[in-house]
């Protein structure tokens, strides 16, 4: 059992996917105490040799927290171990981890008798907040269900995992752009531009928009201003002056903008000094087409690039895709149709479709592959797109982007109204996470593609259904 100290203190018993969220979650509590229940370690038990992807963040948990416990006595792990010593600066935790040995509960003690992981888990939480009362305890957990469950038996704080949280609601989350109202040089009391070559550079103070990030494009009502932030000092900004106009006639494999958004995001695309491309947005804003035309101009046109490689994550029931037949890249086909039907778009109007594809493929070197299999990668001089980003968490993504090597360009797109993780929503989702992670470097842009171009169909869907 944990310590018994003052009221301010708090005790938190974490939930099985807590730890496969962020395997080093238990260190993220600081001054706080966190209660690890013993059916968690059964359930990472059991996870850790599956051939699910999240064995590896179930192995991970299990050493470090190995490594913290391994020479307390049965006793003192009971009691709790101080990990103080395990992080750094003002987030480094000084509470104690302890186990709690919930197998052995009286059933007296127990409110709820059958005997599931998850009810078990809600009994451990309401057993410490009956003897520990009035210090507070909280049971933190992914699972919206159990939190609604526990809440119900009678627990009195049941919250989600905030640490990698970075807004509160997916209306703060960054779009990439900022739109002035009426004319952008209505708001601007000075400027002093230069020339740079064929370039135009405005310096302007930089009150006329304080929360100002790198590569944010600027826009405004007259349809004739656009701008992007290139340097950012205290007092001004660097606006790379663009031209409404010159955004509108961006153009990559046939491809042409239909509105602002695609303009700006062909631009980011299309930009050799942006080496990660974040594209958001409702479906039919045309992500996917428009990273895989500038892909394709960037490859076989321009020859910047060796090769592009496409990938996504699978849904929970397709972790494995060993179930398919064929090679990895056959496998992988019916989770990336969204890239085939992209490029049988962009080639429609060729004689044979088909023969166009399939040389396309060929000469621009288009591989399909799962995001289980990118771990341990080193890819050089590519173009990596990854598709439907929103199901990823934090931890997976960074496995995915730490596998860039020297000249590869990632473009992640993804639709945050279409989560199918069990365990995130839209503003948990590890892509909501890269973009406010990322909105300061000066090698990344984001764009939200607003406006849905598919068809006025999906566009009705999006809006009334």
């Known amino acids: ?74 006793e003192e792990m009971l009691v709790g171990v101080s990990m103080e010593g395990l992080g750094a600066g003002d987030t480094a935790p000084t509470g104690k981890l302890s186990i709690f040995a919930d197998l052995n509960m009286a059933e007296a003690q127990q409110v709820f008798t059958s005997n599931e992981n998850d009810n078990r888990i809600i009994n451990v939480a309401l057993h410490i907040q009956k003897a520990y009362a009035p210090q507070k305890v909280v049971l933190v957990t992914k699972d919206l269900n159990m939190r609604l469950k526990a809440k ?9 995992y905030r640490t990698d949280q970075l807004i509160t609601d997916i209306k703060y989350l960054s779009r990439g752009f900022h739109a002035f109202e009426g004319n952008f040089w209505d708001n601007v009391k000075s400027v002093d531009s230069r020339t740079e070559g064929r370039d135009t550079i405005h310096t302007v103070p930089k009150s006329i928009l304080p929360e100002a990030y790198i590569n944010e494009f600027l826009l405004d009502d007259s349809k004739e201003f656009a701008g992007l932030v290139e340097e950012i000092s205290d007092d001004h900004l660097e606006v790379l002056d663009l031209g409404y106009e010159r955004l509108m006639s961006r153009h990559a494999w046939g491809i042409t903008p239909k509105n602002i958004g695609q303009g700006m995001a062909l631009h980011a695309l299309l930009d050799p000094h942006i080496d990660m491309c974040i594209l958001t947005g409702p479906a039919g804003s045309g992500k996917t087409l428009l990273a895989l ?30 179930f398919l037949p064929g090679t990895e890249e056959e496998k992988m086909l019916p ?10 778009v962009l080639h429609k109007h060729d004689e044979n479709t088909k023969g166009s594809m399939n040389y396309i493929m060929e000469k621009a070197n288009i591989q399909y592959k799962s995001v289980n299999f990118m771990r341990g990668r080193s890819i050089q001089n590519a173009i990596v797109i990854l598709d439907e980003s929103q199901n990823l968490t934090a931890s997976q993504l960074k496995t995915i982007i730490t596998r860039c090597g020297e000249g590869t360009k990632l473009i992640v797109g993804g639709n945050l ?3 199918d993780s069990n365990y995130l929503s839209a503003v948990t989702s590890g892509l909501t996470y890269l ?15 607003d406006g849905v171009v598919r068809s006025r169909l999906a566009s009705f869907a999006e809006e009334n259904l």
């Open 152 to 160: 119900g038996a009678g627990l009195a704080h049941v919250e989600d």
């Open 417 to 419: 109204a279409q989560i």
């Open 335 to 344: 989770w990336l149709a969204a890239i085939t039907d992209s490029l049988e």
């Open 1 to 74: 059992m944990p310590r018994r100290i003052s009221s301010e203190t708090k005790i938190y018993v974490l939930d099985t996917n807590i730890l496969l969220h962020e395997p080093h979650a238990f260190l993220s509590f600081k001054e706080h105490d966190v209660v690890i229940p013993m059916t968690v370690l059964e359930e990472l038990d059991y996870i850790k040799d599956s051939k699910k992807d999240v064995a590896r963040d179930a192995r991970v948990s299990i050493r470090s927290m190995e490594d913290l416990l391994h020479e307390a006595t049965p």
């Open 293 to 322: 035309a500038a892909a394709l101009e960037m490859v076989v046109e321009r020859n910047m690039y060796d090769k592009i490689i496409v990938t996504r994550s699978t849904p929970e029931i397709a972790e494995s895709i060993g």
């Open 435 to 449: 973009v406010e992670k990322f909105k300061d470097f000066s090698g990344s842009a984001t764009i939200n593609l």
